[in-house]
Every structure is written in C-alpha cells, then in structure tokens.
C-alpha cells in the first residue's frame, strides 16, 4: 500500500470555477484507483458549490475522501480550513493521512499538548480546540471551512458544546458534519442555514456498499466463533464492553487452533523482532502467534499499532477488544460479534442505544475485500444454556419437566432476541443539545472585545437548547459575571464597556487549563532545604505540582487505595481497633495527596483573582513521585499495582507528566536534581514506548524520524528501536540511582530473599553476611530524601561499563559501609533498563 499521489491545488485551470475544482479533484481520485460512489459525488457537488453539507452515511461509504475534497476546494480556493475529531490519536491520524495528500508545508496540527506548523491553511485540531477559536474571535477567526468528523459527539453531555460552539459563533465559514449515525437532522440543517446565508445540503440514508447481515446466535459462544472461522467469516472482532472480559476471551481462545500454520508462521517470523517490553506485551506476543488479536484503549500504542497492522494484513482471524472500535479505529474486519446488547456508562448497566449499536454494528465489512458484512449478537449465557438443556431433553416430556432453568444472574439487564431486531430497524436517536457555560468560556468572549454583551446574549439564547435551559444558562452566566467583576478580573469602563484587566494566554483554556496556577505554586516552594517548605525534597514537590494539574489515571488511583486500605486495616487489627470503627477510618484514606494542604490553600487564594480557575479541578495526586520513590521501573510498577491491562494509561500519564514538567516549569526553577528527575522520566516513558514522545517531539520540533510514520499501514510491522539507552546521561544516571536505591531499600527491611533475586551471581548468603555485618554496627538503614541524593553514590563512567559505589545512609553519619557495583552499558541499551550487578558490600 502505498501513499496516494500529491493533490496540487495549482493544477485547477480556473479557481472561481466550481466545476474546474470538482474536475481536478475527480481526477486525482481516479488517479489512485478509486470510482467515487454517488454519494461522494453528491457531497463533493454540494461542497465545491458554496453550501454546507450534513454527511450520514454508513461506515465504509468514503466519508474521509469527502472531507479530502472540502479541504482541497478551500485551499484552491484561498479559505483556511478546519478538521476536528475527538479524541487526539484520530487527530494525528488524519494529520499524517492529509500530508501525504497536500504536503507537509500545508497541514498543521493543534491537539492541546502539541502544536504544530499552526499557520497551516489546513488545520487539525480537536473540537475543544476549535470551540476556543471561535469563542475568542467569532466571525473574526481566520476559519473558511470546517470538517467536523463524528459529529455525533455533539450529543455528549460532557464535551457536546465544543460540537455546537462553532456552529453558533463562525457564521463565515461552510461546513460539513460528517458522522455514521446522526439520526435526524432536519433541524440542524435549517438552523445551520439561519446562521450561515449557505444553502445546508444533507446526504443521508445511503445504502451501504457492503451490506451488512444479521444474525442472533444462542449457541456457545465458543461454538459460534469457530462456525464464523469454517464459514470463512473472519477477519472476526468480538466485541466486549470490559478489558477483561476482552482479555479472557482471547486466553481462552488460545488453547484453540485459530489460525493455520502458515498464518501463524508468517505473523512469528514479522513479529519476531518487535520489541515486547511489558508484562502485557509478552501475553499480547503469545496471543497474536496464535493468529489473536488484543484491542483496547488501556494498550500502549506501540501494541495497538501492532494489532492494527497484522489486521490490515489479514493475519488476525480473530480480534478480542472493546467497544473502541466504534470511534473511527482502523481495524478491518468482516464480522462484528457481540458479547451482549449492555454495558455500563459510568452510571448504570443499560442496553446499547441505536447510535452505539450502528457505530459498532458498521464496522462489519471491508470496502474492497468483502462483499458483505456479518453483524452477530450472542444470546445471553443463562438464555444459551436453557436452550441447550431443552435441546438435550429432545421430545421426552419427563425430561424436559425437570429442566430446572438457570436465571439470570443478579443485577442482569434483560435483553435478547427482540431487542437485537430492535435496534437493527431503529435509527441513530436524533442528537440532543448539551450547551454549558463556563468561565473560561466567558473569558474568551470578554477577550474578543467589541459589545459583549451582545455576544453572551447571543451565545446563551440563541442556541439550540430549550427555553427552560437557555433561561439556566443564563443564571449561570450571570453568576460568572458577578464573580468576574467582584475579583477585579473584568471590569465596566466609564462608556460601559466589559474589559479584561488581566492578560490571557492565547489558549489559556486548552492547553493544560491549570498551568497559570501551577506557575504560581512553583513560587511557594524554595530549592534550599533549609527553607522550611514542602517536605524537604524540592524535585518531587515540584512534579507533585504538575502532577496535581494533570487529569487522574484512574486504574492507579484505585490500586494505590486499595492498596493503602489494605494497609490500614492490617495495622488497625494488628492494634485491636473495632470493626465499625475500622470501617469509619478506612473512609478516610485515599491515595497519596502529596502537598495537598498547600495546594489546596493556594488553589483558593489564586481563584479569587482568576475565578475561570474554577472550571477545573486541582487533583493532588503521587504517580511519577510514587515510582519514583520506589524505585521501580515501568514494569515492575505496573505488577506491583497489578493494572497491565491500563500500562497504555498509565504510560500516556506518564508522557503527558513529562511534556507538563518539561513546558511549564521555568529553567530558572529547576535545579540539578529536578533536571535529572525530568530527564528519567522521558527516557522512562521513550524506552517503552518511543512513539509517545519521538512523535511529539519530531513534529514540535519539525525534525526527521527516518521516515517512519506509525500512522502508515505499510509500514514496516516493527518500528524503529528507541535510542540508545545510555545516549542520555543525565536520564541513565537517574536509573542506576533508582537501581541502586531499590538494593538499599531492601537492605533496610533484611529482605534478603529479594536482594538474592536481584543479584544472583551475589547471593543470599553474601548479602546476609553483609547484612549482619552493618546491623552488628548500625540501628538501621536510613532511605530518607538525603539517602538517595546524588552525593551519596559515587560513580565512575567508562566507555563501556560504569562501576558505582552506593554509600548507605547510617543513623549515626559515619557513611562508611557502602554497595559496590558495575553497569553493563551494552546491556542496558539491549534491555532499555540499567543493567546493575553487585559485586560487594562491605565497610571502606
């Protein structure tokens, strides 16, 4: 597969001419071997004409070619064009799919985190990000023409205004709300009309150029996957509406012949130098060389990609995953199975809606490969089993009377048969209106200038939402004013106008909201330890800061909860403590807050001159410091808390904590070891999974990456390795600290079975000779800040190995036992870890 010819917009021989834009463009997609369905042809027709367009068609009808075409006739035709998705990894997709289109030179990228090339005619970006530039700028914006793709998360209650925002406050631009399941949009077209003077063309209910068909199994499940794979169903994706659930599927499947050996021989000989870092990866490994594939948002990406690519290659028969697949993911498939018709949103267990089962359901078939698709939806376990008692009874009437039918389990969600026909007759429900306002989004209008008020009004009454809650949103709005005005934020001038009196950052809302305050905080904590604040170590009160601003990766949070209840309530019963009242004070402990106190305190005191603070919620919060202080690796992080299914989580907090660290703290408030500290952490997260940082980093910095794109299905199956480990100094000395670190940690506690783990060539006995030696001498072993600071491990660096001398931190001072070691630095740039072996530990 290979990248499609460059699209010239100087290859039009008359840019006024609509019909010269829609020729050229024609042309260029005959050129790459596609016939454009009728649909594609209406849409481009309408597009190249001036009008907007509502695109609902189903999945697989070339919705993504349409949106080429609209970017296309705005770059003939000089207009800046907008693409929004929502979430950031469909944004990088679409970001890399139109370089190859129109060059490098005219596709920028803005995800909130990253920017890049943002003077592009041709921009993507995500939708919040859009909301913001017409909220501050209006009819102003340099916007011509926006692609809004899965419109249909304008209906989300969460995030559903940075979907209407745009189409309330750009009435300049054209646009085209594209979507597989929009239901009606009647309304929406007109409303869009009103606002834009455009004609809004709608092309919907296109017969889909796969079809699909529908079946309801109450076999085993098992029996209907293999019946799928004899068929010649496959490539089949089971979908599952739980991680585990995905995961147990795939272990048991396993155990089954799945794939021919040819397939499986072809798929171990391109895997076979992929890098498998993780605990999860080595399963992940086990699985695809059985022809099964893993998909699910908590993976790294590295393995999502991998999964990916051996499907495009039609190597997976069978793929294990969740409902992701529904949100544009590049997996094809020729059959959707379903686990259940439920799943549980956050609230409740409920059966899928129309609009989740089309999103899902439409994935079946693949444009060009099959020539129909096969949508199955599997019987509830308790319904399968009666059906199989009364298959098993036949026609005795003595049997089938002492059947004795399983019941639905606890809590179960009734659905079957009905409800599958149901939902294949029912349209996508009509989307419905989710506005908010907020002060952020008050600020920007302010920013804007000219007659706010006129502007506010219109933002809170001519939406799209009810008179009843236009009426709320105007409480509410009225509210954040006051706020605004009594904290001295804005203010009326003498002729009545509203101003700002502070300066804004021009995305102050977007990219890290909380950064301002964590600028702010970074002032209350002093590198000299003598200063009293924080807890005596700078660098981690510093990450605790950025930390607090970041977004909760909530499978560690949980883990870390459970984990310190556990605790807990073996210390209470160890000191007598009562039931009832262990079960008061287990509601008090939560995860670790590191300067929660502080934070919190100081989260007040800069609201009340910056109340658009206020929006967002400061999550104290110890993820970075925690591995840190442990002295853990990646992996051995992920087992100690027991979440290798969310590692993909993780890591992307991880990266993100980075990026935070790396773009908010000043230079001149970083000392030694917080440069250090900032330094571990990206290698940490690049020598897992480089594509999370080189990507960011590459595009930010507009540097090469050898021509590998991670977003291309005919790359290479395995990527470019992660640099050399031990390239990066500074990070590599961090390592053999935390290394060395974790040694003295188990020292302190004599956890000789441990240390004879990590150091074999050692040994138990070594260890509890030198063990007994120091006790014999010192209290204890002390693994307080000043333990693992840097004056306390000597080390020497050679061309290939390093030798280290770890000092152990006595009560009494003396510093005169120590940890003898060498680092292999071959084999660390293999492993992409230190590699440490001791080699004594005696008294100087």
């Given at each position: 597969?290979?990248?499609?010819?460059?699209?010239?917009?100087?290859?039009?021989?008359?840019?006024?001419?609509?019909?010269?834009?829609?020729?050229?463009?024609?042309?260029?997609?005959?050129?790459?071997?596609?016939?454009?369905?009728?649909?594609?042809?209406?849409?481009?027709?309408?597009?190249?004409?001036?009008?907007?367009?509502?695109?609902?068609?189903?999945?697989?009808?070339?919705?993504?070619?349409?949106?080429?075409?609209?970017?296309?006739?705005?770059?003939?035709?000089?207009?800046?064009?907008?693409?929004?998705?929502?979430?950031?990894?469909?944004?990088?997709?679409?970001?890399?799919?139109?370089?190859?289109?129109?060059?490098?030179?005219?596709?920028?990228?803005?995800?909130?985190?990253?920017?890049?090339?943002?003077?592009?005619?041709?921009?993507?970006?995500?939708?919040?990000?859009?909301?913001?530039?017409?909220?501050?700028?209006?009819?102003?914006?340099?916007?011509?023409?926006?692609?809004?793709?899965?419109?249909?998360?304008?209906?989300?209650?969460?995030?559903?205004?940075?979907?209407?925002?745009?189409?309330?406050?750009?009435?300049?631009?054209?646009?085209?709300?594209?979507?597989?399941?929009?239901?009606?949009?009647?309304?929406?077209?007109?409303?869009?009309?009103?606002?834009?003077?455009?004609?809004?063309?709608?092309?919907?209910?296109?017969?889909?150029?796969?079809?699909?068909?529908?079946?309801?199994?109450?076999?085993?499940?098992?029996?209907?996957?293999?019946?799928?794979?004899?068929?010649?169903?496959?490539?089949?994706?089971?979908?599952?509406?739980?991680?585990?659930?995905?995961?147990?599927?795939?272990?048991?499947?396993?155990?089954?012949?799945?794939?021919?050996?040819?397939?499986?021989?072809?798929?171990?000989?391109?895997?076979?130098?992929?890098?498998?870092?993780?605990?999860?990866?080595?399963?992940?490994?086990?699985?695809?060389?059985?022809?099964?594939?893993?998909?699910?948002?908590?993976?790294?990406?590295?393995?999502?990609?991998?999964?990916?690519?051996?499907?495009?290659?039609?190597?997976?028969?069978?793929?294990?995953?969740?409902?992701?697949?529904?949100?544009?993911?590049?997996?094809?498939?020729?059959?959707?199975?379903?686990?259940?018709?439920?799943?549980?949103?956050?609230?409740?267990?409920?059966?899928?809606?129309?609009?989740?089962?089309?999103?899902?359901?439409?994935?079946?078939?693949?444009?060009?490969?099959?020539?129909?698709?096969?949508?199955?939806?599997?019987?509830?376990?308790?319904?399968?089993?009666?059906?199989?008692?009364?298959?098993?009874?036949?026609?005795?009437?003595?049997?089938?009377?002492?059947?004795?039918?399983?019941?639905?389990?606890?809590?179960?969600?009734?659905?079957?048969?009905?409800?599958?026909?149901?939902?294949?007759?029912?349209?996508?429900?009509?989307?419905?209106?989710?506005?908010?306002?907020?002060?952020?989004?008050?600020?920007?209008?302010?920013?804007?200038?000219?007659?706010?008020?006129?502007?506010?009004?219109?933002?809170?009454?001519?939406?799209?939402?009810?008179?009843?809650?236009?009426?709320?949103?105007?409480?509410?709005?009225?509210?954040?004013?006051?706020?605004?005005?009594?904290?001295?934020?804005?203010?009326?001038?003498?002729?009545?106008?509203?101003?700002?009196?502070?300066?804004?950052?021009?995305?102050?809302?977007?990219?890290?909201?909380?950064?301002?305050?964590?600028?702010?905080?970074?002032?209350?904590?002093?590198?000299?330890?003598?200063?009293?604040?924080?807890?005596?170590?700078?660098?981690?009160?510093?990450?605790?800061?950025?930390?607090?601003?970041?977004?909760?990766?909530?499978?560690?949070?949980?883990?870390?909860?459970?984990?310190?209840?556990?605790?807990?309530?073996?210390?209470?019963?160890?000191?007598?403590?009562?039931?009832?009242?262990?079960?008061?004070?287990?509601?008090?402990?939560?995860?670790?807050?590191?300067?929660?106190?502080?934070?919190?305190?100081a989260f007040e005191t800069f609201s009340a001159a910056q109340p658009w603070i206020r929006d967002f919620s400061l999550r104290p919060k110890s993820v970075v410091r925690d591995m840190y202080e442990r002295a853990m690796s990646f992996g051995e992080y992920v087992a100690f808390y027991k979440?290798?299914?969310?590692?993909?989580?993780?890591?992307?907090?991880?990266?993100?904590?980075?990026?935070?660290?790396?773009?908010?703290?000043?230079?001149?408030?970083?000392?030694?070891?917080?440069?250090?500290?900032?330094?571990?952490?990206?290698?940490?997260?690049?020598?897992?999974?480089?594509?999370?940082?080189?990507?960011?980093?590459?595009?930010?910095?507009g540097t090469d990456n050898g021509g590998f794109d991670p977003h291309a299905p005919d790359e290479p199956i395995v990527p470019p390795a992660p640099k050399r480990l031990t390239a990066n100094t500074r990070a590599f000395r961090i390592l053999v600290r935390n290394e060395l670190f974790r040694?003295?940690?188990?020292?302190?506690?004599?956890?000789?079975?441990?240390?004879?783990?990590?150091?074999?060539?050692?040994?138990?006995?070594?260890?509890?000779?030198?063990?007994?030696?120091?006790?014999?001498?010192?209290?204890?072993?002390?693994?307080?800040?000043?333990?693992?600071?840097?004056?306390?491990?000597?080390?020497?660096?050679?061309?290939?190995?390093?030798?280290?001398?770890?000092?152990?931190?006595?009560?009494?001072?003396?510093?005169?036992?120590?940890?003898?070691?060498?680092?292999?630095?071959?084999?660390?740039?293999?492993?992409?870890?230190?590699?440490?072996?001791?080699?004594?530990?005696?008294?100087?």
């Amino acid at each position: 597969m290979t990248s499609p010819p460059r699209l010239e917009p100087a290859t039009v021989p008359d840019a006024a001419d609509p019909d010269a834009v829609y020729l050229t463009f024609v042309e260029w997609v005959e050129s790459t071997g596609i016939r454009l369905y009728p649909a594609q042809d209406e849409a481009l027709i309408e597009i190249v004409s001036g009008n907007n367009l509502i695109l609902s068609t189903p999945t697989g009808t070339g919705k993504s070619l349409v949106a080429v075409g609209a970017h296309f006739a705005a770059l003939v035709g000089d207009r800046r064009s907008f693409y929004t998705a929502p979430i950031k990894a469909l944004v990088s997709e679409k970001f890399f799919a139109l370089v190859d289109v129109f060059g490098a030179e005219n596709v920028g990228m803005i995800t909130g985190d990253s920017s890049v090339n943002a003077d592009a005619p041709i921009i993507c970006c995500t939708a919040e990000i859009l909301a913001n530039l017409a909220l501050r700028h209006g009819s102003d914006a340099d916007v011509g023409l926006v692609v809004m793709d899965e419109f249909h998360f304008y209906a989300d209650p969460e995030r559903g205004w940075a979907w209407q925002v745009p189409l309330l406050e750009l009435p300049q631009a054209q646009f085209v709300l594209m979507s597989a399941t929009l239901g009606d949009v009647t309304a929406l077209a007109a409303d869009l009309t009103r606002r834009t003077g455009r004609e809004t063309a709608t092309v919907t209910g296109v017969e889909r150029p796969v079809p699909l068909h529908f079946f309801y199994e109450t076999t085993p499940i098992h029996e209907t996957i293999d019946d799928l794979l004899a068929t010649g169903q496959a490539p089949v994706y089971i979908v599952h509406f739980s991680q585990s659930a995905a995961m147990e599927r795939a272990q048991a499947l396993s155990s089954t012949k799945v794939a021919s050996r040819e397939q499986r021989d072809e798929i171990a000989a391109l895997i076979a130098e992929f890098r498998f870092t993780t605990a999860f990866g080595k399963t992940l490994s086990r699985f695809l060389r059985a022809g099964i594939g893993v998909h699910h948002a908590g993976m790294l990406p590295k393995y999502r990609r991998l999964v990916e690519q051996l499907a495009q290659r039609g190597l997976l028969r069978v793929i294990c995953g969740t409902d992701t697949l529904g949100v544009g993911i590049n997996v094809p498939i020729r059959t959707v199975l379903l686990t259940a018709l439920t799943k549980f949103d956050g609230t409740r267990m409920r059966q899928l809606n129309a609009r989740e089962f089309h999103q899902i359901a439409g994935r079946a078939g693949r444009a060009g490969f099959d020539t129909a698709g096969t949508v199955v939806a599997q019987a509830p376990e308790h319904e399968t089993e009666n059906l199989a008692a009364i298959r098993k009874a036949g026609d005795d009437p003595k049997k089938k009377r002492k059947i004795i039918r399983k019941k639905a389990p606890d809590g179960f969600v009734s659905w079957g048969e009905p409800s599958f026909r149901k939902l294949i007759d029912a349209t996508p429900e009509t989307l419905t209106s989710h506005m908010q306002i907020t002060s952020a989004m008050m600020l920007n209008v302010i920013a804007r200038g000219g007659d706010v008020f006129a502007h506010m009004r219109r933002l809170v009454y001519d939406n799209h939402e009810t008179r009843v809650r236009q009426r709320e949103l105007a409480l509410r709005a009225i509210g954040i004013f006051r706020t605004l005005r009594e904290s001295g934020v804005v203010q009326r001038t003498a002729d009545g106008d509203i101003r700002l009196t502070v300066d804004l950052p021009p995305n102050f809302a977007l990219n890290q909201p909380l950064s301002p305050f964590a600028l702010a905080a970074f002032d209350l904590l002093d590198p000299d330890p003598s200063a009293g604040t924080g807890t005596g170590s700078y660098a981690l009160d510093m990450i605790s800061i950025v930390e607090s601003t970041l977004d909760d990766p909530r499978a560690v949070l949980s883990q870390q909860e459970f984990l310190a209840r556990g605790e807990a309530v073996a210390a209470m019963k160890a000191e007598g403590i009562e039931y009832d009242e262990r079960m008061e004070l287990l509601e008090q402990i939560t995860y670790p807050r590191p300067l929660d106190e502080l934070l919190d305190a100081a989260f007040e005191t800069f609201s009340a001159a910056q109340p658009w603070i206020r929006d967002f919620s400061l999550r104290p919060k110890s993820v970075v410091r925690d591995m840190y202080e442990r002295a853990m690796s990646f992996g051995e992080y992920v087992a100690f808390y027991k979440i290798a299914r969310s590692e993909g989580v993780v890591l992307r907090y991880l990266s993100d904590a980075y990026r935070a660290a790396s773009q908010t703290i000043p230079e001149e408030r970083k000392d030694e070891d917080l440069r250090d500290l900032i330094a571990w952490l990206g290698e940490l997260v690049r020598q897992i999974d480089s594509s999370l940082l080189d990507e960011w980093t590459e595009l930010a910095t507009g540097t090469d990456n050898g021509g590998f794109d991670p977003h291309a299905p005919d790359e290479p199956i395995v990527p470019p390795a992660p640099k050399r480990l031990t390239a990066n100094t500074r990070a590599f000395r961090i390592l053999v600290r935390n290394e060395l670190f974790r040694r003295v940690q188990l020292a302190a506690r004599e956890d000789v079975a441990a240390l004879a783990e990590l150091d074999p060539g050692f040994g138990a006995d070594a260890w509890s000779d030198a063990l007994d030696g120091y006790f014999a001498e010192h209290d204890e072993v002390l693994t307080g800040a000043d333990a693992r600071s840097s004056r306390l491990l000597l080390l020497t660096e050679g061309p290939t190995a390093w030798t280290a001398r770890q000092i152990l931190d006595d009560p009494a001072g003396d510093h005169d036992w120590g940890i003898s070691a060498t680092i292999d630095l071959a084999a660390s740039d293999e492993a992409g870890e230190a590699v440490v072996t001791v080699t004594a530990v005696d008294r100087l």
